[in-house]
């Protein structure tokens, strides 16, 4: 599945155009993964201004969103059974993510593989494919094309299931997560 992006603006005399129609701005790809993708689509740092002149999403230097910041990707995650043939080097992975998506590789749990938390609320939209969500009490459920998860802040993976990759557009708005007093 290719990720095609149209972003609208403003001409000169204020009237709607399209202002690029493309492929999206950021493409990461990691090291010992292969399959693994992250299409970076849109950013915003704080409340957008309109009309918009530059591409906020060619310059991402945080892959998570500040408080009110949003984030919008496409990710495709490689089945299980794409993984094994492409013989991924979990290590080199490891170094890679973390090198690559250091706020998000930041939030993962050692020990517990894939397991993280972030402050924001996700909503998560199923293009193709089977996924599992599985939160910190065990609790999974299976997901398909058209669902659609909306995640508050919780502890969380993501596994794909089945022969197939996933892939999954996800938007991400930066939240403040309440002190537990």
């Known amino acids: 599945?290719?990720?095609?992006?149209?972003?609208?603006?403003?001409?000169?005399?204020?009237?709607?155009?399209?202002?690029?129609?493309?492929?999206?701005?950021?493409l990461i790809t990691f090291d010992g993964?292969?399959?693994?993708?992250?299409?970076e689509v849109?950013?915003?740092?704080?409340?957008?201004v309109v009309p918009v002149s530059d591409d906020p999403a060619a310059n991402i230097t945080h892959f998570l969103p500040p408080p009110g910041g949003t984030r919008i990707r496409v990710i495709r995650m490689p089945s299980d059974d794409e993984i094994a043939a492409s013989g991924a080097d979990a290590a080199a992975f490891s170094e890679d993510y973390a090198a690559r998506i250091p706020d998000l590789s930041?939030?993962?749990?050692?020990?517990?593989?894939?397991?993280h938390t972030t402050d924001s609320i996700d909503y998560g939209i199923v293009l193709s494919g089977r996924v599992a969500l599985e939160l910190d009490d065990g609790a999974?459920?299976?997901?398909?094309?058209?669902?659609v998860v909306v995640?508050?802040?919780t502890r969380h993976r993501w596994q794909a299931l089945g022969p197939d990759p996933v892939w999954m557009c996800f938007v991400l708005v930066g939240a403040t997560r309440k002190s537990s007093e």
Not at 140 to 147: A, I, K, N, R, T
């Open 42 to 48: 849109w950013a915003t740092d704080g409340v957008p």
């Open 151 to 153: 995640q508050t802040g």
């Open 106 to 115: 930041a939030t993962m749990e050692r020990g517990a593989r894939g397991m």
């Open 33 to 39: 993964m292969p399959g693994l993708e992250y299409h």
């Open 140 to 147: 999974v459920e299976e997901l398909g094309p058209g669902d």
């Open 1 to 26: 599945m290719q990720t095609r992006r149209i972003v609208t603006g403003h001409d000169h005399a204020g009237k709607a155009v399209f202002t690029d129609i493309g492929t999206t701005s950021g």
